[in-house]
């Protein structure tokens, strides 16, 4: 079976644009988060969602948004990227809402200049 | 708000010998789950360990154990007989057990694992 997949791999953005990056859970995981990794960092939560619906939010500006299709994918949107935006964005799944173990892809390398 | 604490910005060990890898939290819960994670250059996030803190056992797989101290709050984590596929960061991790993991893992910033073959 297929883990959870992301894309890009890589993005090279400038100050001020929008950015929109994908994931696709393993397949029967209806639960998705996102986060963001900062270099030299830990990764920090910025979104749950489960069902279609956001079930929680990390500290993070109303820049950040995302959503989660009727296929359980999801997108996270930043709009008017800064520089301090630039990050690894991992994406996990699991299997439902509650305590399964969170499985993680690859990450999108997000550089803003 | 929880925090994790890792206080060994990078540990070295010799191909062979045992390792510990520190961690501290802390929270004003008494049920949660901690979690070691492993970030190998791929950037990958793989579960290494799970612990419930209502299990008083320390969880060990394989060559992977925990020593949790549920009073000190403190949850460190063994790996014996290093490999050189073991250099990688390692993350330790919190996670609420109410709530459904609506507020996320809460991650130290990180030990760096150097094998020395």
């Known amino acids: 079976d297929a883990g959870v997949t992301q894309s890009p791999t890589h993005l090279i953005k400038t100050r001020g644009q929008h950015v929109t990056l994908r994931c696709s859970p393993i397949s029967g995981h209806k639960s998705v988060s996102w986060y963001q990794q900062v270099l030299g960092q830990g990764p920090q939560f910025i979104f749950q969602?489960?069902?279609?619906?956001?079930?929680g939010r990390g500290n993070f500006p109303d820049r950040f948004s995302a959503r989660q299709f009727p296929n359980y994918s999801s997108e996270l949107n930043v709009n008017a990227l800064l520089l301090g935006d630039s990050a690894l964005y991992l994406c996990a799944s699991t299997l439902d809402r509650g305590n399964s173990p969170l499985h993680f892809g690859n990450g999108t390398r997000l550089t803003v200049t | 708000a929880q925090t994790v604490t890792q206080s060994q910005p990078e540990m070295s060990v010799q191909e062979a010998e045992t390792v510990t890898l520190s961690c501290t939290y802390d929270?004003?819960?008494?049920?949660?789950?901690l979690f070691w994670y492993k970030q190998p250059p791929s950037r990958q996030m793989i579960l290494v360990i799970r612990q419930e803190a209502y299990k008083q056992q320390n969880a060990t797989e394989n060559r992977f154990s925990v020593n949790f101290q549920k009073a000190a709050k403190s949850f460190s984590l063994k790996i014996s007989d290093s490999q050189l596929g073991d250099a990688a960061m390692y993350f330790c991790a919190y996670r609420s057990y109410s709530g459904g993991g609506a507020d996320g893992l809460t991650f130290g910033k990180g030990t760096h694992l150097i094998i020395q073959p």
């Open positions: 929270t004003s819960e008494s049920d949660y789950y």
């Open positions: 969602y489960y069902e279609k619906e956001e079930r």
